[in-house]
């Protein structure tokens, strides 16, 4: 049982995980600490959080769980704000879509304290954002990875992974390196072609055309284009080195499918989309599953 | 009312025009026209079909409507099939996703009867395929563009749209090569994109992992990677000129981003997003309807 949570960030995912502990009873009081005054405003009206802060210097004192759900990019300047005030028996956690970078941060400004920090990264984004959009059960059946410090204590990683597993999330956990490798790919790409792709339609002369005509194929093709640019700004800094190598394989394999169409080459061009549309199905199949 | 019409290609576009037609009593009776016996016969099973014919050549004579709705790659075949065998008072149309092409074949083989023939193509694809596919109503509120002919007759291409209206769809006419431009930007890159993306992913060292933690963004993203193979090889290269162009076009933007990442440019990075973002709210909140 949380007495006192304080959550940096109240948005769709910090919201919903506000939602979810106070549904369950988990969590006394949540504290909400943002920088749009309207945004936690709403989120006092909607009941996500009891009470806010201008300051999360002011309100660590009196917290045993610190949640940080702002963009990845805010990140150093609130491990610097809680290294001289975080209490000993406070515990910290995130939900970063990249960890590296936000470990990194953690150590710089804790210290010998960094055992008290236990990253984590929820796999439940949408194209909404802001308190607004915030609501409980956003992380049932979802992955949530934790990537542990070899600085934790085993039952400080349990309580993280306890509080996750109350929100209904499937909780696993894995090195820091290999989850930014994995989500490089798997989002992190995806996310920078679709704001690409609509950004070079939305440039075009025909771009009004384009718009009228344009489908479904288009519109879910680039849902993820939709969200918070910030927010993926940060992901995108923090995540540079995957990301380049990402984009230089995708650029590689783009150059060779144009180079089957120059080549009309039917045969190859049905085998790469055979294939794509093959391991699409194993993969919503449940091929991948954990459970 | 049409008498009599052949459906070459009974999947989910053709099958859903035949299930609409047949519910508004605007035919009396449909003959399906395939490759595949299993799928004939479960279209005669859905009531899309009354009967069935192995040869295109053998029933068009009884024919007052041909509706082509195969992959575009298949359109010579049967055109050229066509030329002999096309009644005098039959039309002929399409759903074709490239016009061009099939209009060339069209004139190739039909010569100076090229004029029965109105080119069409409804955009309300999706990643299912094949007869149990098809369903009524699927083109309600849909676009459909008819790309009319100088030597199509006005009261024949009023026919075709009057069809489509029926089935609930919002119909255009415009110029072909327009039409491939458009469609080329909005539907066959992002088609190229999802089927690159999944296939690049799925053949590296970790795909397995990726699957594992991959969310509802890549999900989305890559829908579109579900569709038929064949279907997109036709397409690609009945569009190869400029899916070329788009392919070059997208490569150069996304060089662009990765020099924005490479310089750490987060402000730069930040105005993509953001404008990708804005575009596509624009779009969906119908800026660029024409109702």
Chains 1, 2 share one sequence.
Request: with cysteine; glycine share 8%.
């Amino acid at each position: 049982m949380i007495r006192h949570m304080v959550l940096v960030g109240v948005g769709l995912i910090g919201g919903s995980f506000a939602l979810d502990l106070k549904r369950q009873g988990l969590v006394e009081r949540v504290t909400g600490v943002g920088r749009t005054p309207e945004n936690l405003a709403t989120a006092l009206q909607l009941g996500i959080i009891d009470a806010t802060a201008d300051d999360l210097g002011a309100v660590a004192a009196d917290a045993d769980l610190i949640m940080l759900a702002a963009p990845v990019g805010a990140m150093p300047g609130l491990f610097a704000r809680l290294a001289t005030v975080l209490p000993d028996d406070c515990l910290v956690t995130d939900v970063g879509s990249t960890k590296q970078d936000v470990i990194a941060a953690a150590r710089a400004a804790l210290g010998a304290r960094i055992g008290r920090f236990v990253p984590g990264h929820p796999i439940a984004g949408a194209e909404t954002s802001g308190a607004a959009a915030a609501r409980s059960e956003l992380f049932v059946d979802k992955p949530l990875i934790l990537t542990p410090l070899a600085e934790n204590q085993a039952v400080d990683i349990e309580t993280i992974d306890q509080l996750w597993q109350a929100c209904g999330a499937r909780v696993t956990r894995m090195d820091a390196a290999l989850h930014d490798s994995i989500f490089a790919a798997v989002s992190h790409l995806p996310h920078l072609l679709a704001f690409a792709l609509m950004d070079e339609l939305a440039a075009r002369p025909l771009s009004e055309l384009y718009f009228r005509y344009a489908g479904a194929g288009l519109r879910d093709a680039t849902r993820i284009a939709g969200s918070h640019p910030e927010m993926w700004r940060d992901i995108t800094l923090a995540n540079r080195d995957a990301l380049l190598d990402e984009l230089d394989a995708l650029g590689e394999k783009l150059r060779a499918v144009r180079g089957l169409i120059a080549d009309r080459d039917g045969r190859a061009l049905e085998q790469v989309f055979s294939r794509a549309r093959q391991a699409r199905t194993d993969w919503l199949q449940g091929k991948y599953n954990n459970d």
